[in-house]
């Protein structure tokens, strides 16, 4: 066999709300190896997420709008570059389960990061919000590479 079937990591669930997928995004989330700020970051903006939530008077939580907010990030399609007869022809490629979950969660963080707020808890706060209504940079990124496979989709029977 030529590829190798990667191990897909098992998480240890974070500390405050008990969900692996808390600590996956933290993971990312994390710069020069400062762990502990990295969850502090989070957490604010779990904070910052509750009071936007009760100011909009909506049901959910801080921990499911943070959820839903990355559900509506996650792409179900790459485009890959393939070089077939001198030139480089896009191809639409369905993405694995693991897979989607990091490109939405690196998603979010680079679209939070760019954003032009005080703070990171800030700034990831409002981008979770913006996910979570269907708005903002991240969902922006993640309909322009649906609309890039959408586009190539003559060149999908070329699949790797």
Known sequence: MRKIKKKIKKYQPDPKFNDSLVTRFVNHLIKSGKKGLAYKIFYNSMKKIDLIREKEKEEKSALDIWKEGLKNVTPHVEVRSRR?????????????????????????????????????????????????????????????????????????????
Not at 96 to 115: G, M, V
């Open 84 to 160: 077939m007869g001198g030139t480089n022809i896009q191809i639409p490629v369905p993405i694995s389960n693991h897979s989607k979950i990091t490109r939405a969660i690196k998603l979010l963080i680079t679209c939070a990061t760019a954003r032009k707020e005080k703070t990171m808890a800030n700034k990831l706060a409002l981008e979770v919000w913006d996910a979570f209504r269907e708005q903002g940079e991240s969902i922006r990124r993640k309909e322009n590479i649906h609309k890039m496979a959408e586009a190539n989709k003559a060149f999908s029977h070329f699949r790797f």
